[in-house]
C-alpha cells in the first residue's frame, strides 16, 4: 500500500499535469479560434485620380485618291492633338487602302512637329505602301507617343520611286487610295 506522502506527491503531480494540459488545450483553442475567424472588413473610401486622355484628330481632307508619276511625292498632311494630362502611345492606320502600284514603287515616309512650321522629325522612314486591289486596313505606324497637352502636326509624304532595271510600266495605269485614322490608342 501507499503510504499518504506517495498519495500527495502523486495527486500533485496529476494536479500540475492536469494544468499543463488545460493551459496547452487553452492555448490551441484560442489560436484556432483566432485563425478561423472571418476577417475584419473595413469600408475604406479610396481614390485614385490618374490623369485624363482625350485625343483629337483632326484631318484635312478625306483621303488620298491620286496616280502618281514616278518621282513625285504628294504630301498628306493631319494633326493629333492630346488635350489630356496622360501621355498617349497611337497607332496610324491606313483604312479603305487600295495601291495597285507594284511592291516596292510606291513608299512612304511619316514625319511630325510640334508647330505647323516648325522643324519635322522622321517617325518612319521611307517603307513600301502595302499593295492591294481591294480595299484594305493596314497598320502605318505603330506606338507614336503624343504628350499630354501637347499637338502634333504630321506628314505623311508617299512617293512613286523610279526602280533601277525593273520594268514599271504598269505602274503608268495604276492609282493609289487610302484614308489615315487612330488606330489603337493606349
Not at 499518504?4 to 493551459?23: A, D, F, V
Not at 496622360?86 to 516596292?104: K, Q, R, S
Request: hydrophobic share 40%; glycine share 4%; proline share 2%.
Amino acid at each position: 500500500m501507499m503510504n499518504t506522502e506517495e498519495k500527495t506527491k502523486k495527486r500533485n503531480i496529476i494536479i500540475i499535469l492536469s494544468i499543463i494540459c488545460s493551459l496547452v488545450l487553452v492555448g490551441i483553442l484560442t489560436t484556432y479560434s483566432y485563425l478561423s475567424a472571418p476577417p475584419k472588413i473595413r469600408n475604406e473610401d479610396i481614390k485614385v485620380n490618374a490623369g485624363d486622355l482625350k485625343l483629337i484628330f483632326e484631318d484635312n481632307d478625306s483621303g488620298i485618291n491620286k496616280r502618281l508619276a514616278v518621282e513625285e511625292t504628294v504630301t498628306k498632311k493631319f494633326v493629333l492633338e492630346n488635350k489630356g494630362s496622360l501621355d498617349a502611345h497611337v497607332d496610324f492606320d491606313w483604312i479603305n487602302l487600295i495601291n495597285t502600284y507594284i511592291y516596292g514603287s510606291l513608299v512612304y515616309k511619316l514625319s511630325y512637329a510640334t508647330e505647323e512650321n516648325g522643324e519635322y522629325t522622321e517617325v518612319v522612314s521611307f517603307t513600301s505602301v502595302p499593295v492591294s486591289s481591294e480595299k484594305l486596313r493596314k497598320t502605318l505606324a505603330e506606338n507614336i507617343m503624343i504628350p499630354g497637352e501637347q499637338k502634333y502636326y504630321f506628314n505623311l509624304d508617299i512617293k512613286l520611286q523610279n526602280l533601277e532595271d525593273v520594268d514599271q510600266t504598269v505602274d503608268f495605269d495604276s492609282y493609289f487610295q487610302t484614308q489615315i485614322i487612330i488606330g489603337e490608342a493606349k
